[in-house]
């Protein structure tokens, strides 16, 4: 029972260079979403997604990009990674539904030097 | 605008005491949900507790329970018996419905950080 599951869950990357964070559900869930947690902020929405095929973005989406080609697999990638994207990335899934809460990753710590 | 204020960024409280964890939020939308969340230091998130905008009672889960005033656009968190376990940051999150009819976007509020003393 694997849940959200996310890779890796530790980064540093150099100025620059390009990667993409790993997230999986098994709960047949048709929305997923990246968010990333700062200091002080909160848990604010990179971009989330109803389903394969749709993809929107949320609060902070400069300098990421995703896709879902799979219910199952929601990949986020850093196109060009700069220290302000130094951050902790969670991935989460649910149903659609307002009633429903998202299930959590463990969680990527980067850190862009 | 904040769609979700969390005004306390740091609340002690003594064990076995009740606390109270403030949230407000703001959506034109008859149709959301709102939920809480906890985070203790290793960094896990955990869903404590989910209220509906058309619920008539309050939400309750064991000692937690949302204390929920529409008109006031406020879903406050209380812990009872707080536990030294309870030591965590807590989020206030609201999800809306969607372009058509889906949900939507859920919202964090900034956090409260709650410490339990002895």
């Known amino acids: 029972n694997a849940g959200v599951t996310q890779t890796p869950k530790f980064q540093v990357l150099k100025t620059g260079q390009s990667m993409t964070l790993q997230c999986a559900q098994d709960?047949?869930?048709?929305?997923m979403s990246w968010y990333r947690q700062d200091p002080g902020m909160g848990l604010r929405l990179i971009h989330y997604?109803?389903?394969?095929?749709?993809?929107d973005q949320g609060e902070v989406p400069n300098g990421y990009n995703v896709s879902r080609s799979t219910t199952e697999d929601f990949p986020l990638r850093l196109l060009s990674a700069a220290p302000s994207q130094t951050s902790v990335y969670f991935c989460?899934?649910?149903?659609?539904?307002?009633?429903?809460?998202?299930?959590f990753g463990p969680g990527t710590r980067l850190t862009v030097t | 605008a904040q769609k979700i204020t969390q005004t306390q960024p740091g609340m002690f409280v003594q064990e076995k005491e009740a606390v109270t964890l403030d949230c407000t939020y703001d959506?034109?939308?008859?149709?959301?949900?709102l939920f809480w969340y906890k985070q203790p230091s290793s960094g896990e998130m955990i869903f404590l507790i989910y209220?509906?905008?058309?619920?008539?009672q309050n939400a309750t889960e064991g000692r937690y329970s949302l204390n929920f005033q529409k008109a006031r656009k406020s879903a406050n968190l209380v812990i009872s018996a707080s536990q030294l376990g309870d030591s965590a940051m807590y989020f206030c999150?609201?999800?809306?419905?969607?372009?058509?009819?889906?949900?939507?976007?859920?919202?964090f509020g900034t956090g409260t950080r709650l410490q339990v003393t002895l």
């Open positions: 989460a899934s649910s149903y659609v539904g307002i009633s429903y809460e998202q299930y």
């Open positions: 709960m047949n869930h048709e929305y």
């Open positions: 997604s109803v389903g394969a095929g749709i993809t």
């Open positions: 959506t034109s939308d008859q149709s959301y949900g």
């Open positions: 209220q509906g905008s058309y619920d008539e």
């Open positions: 999150a609201m999800r809306e419905v969607g372009p058509a009819g889906t949900a939507s976007k859920l919202t």
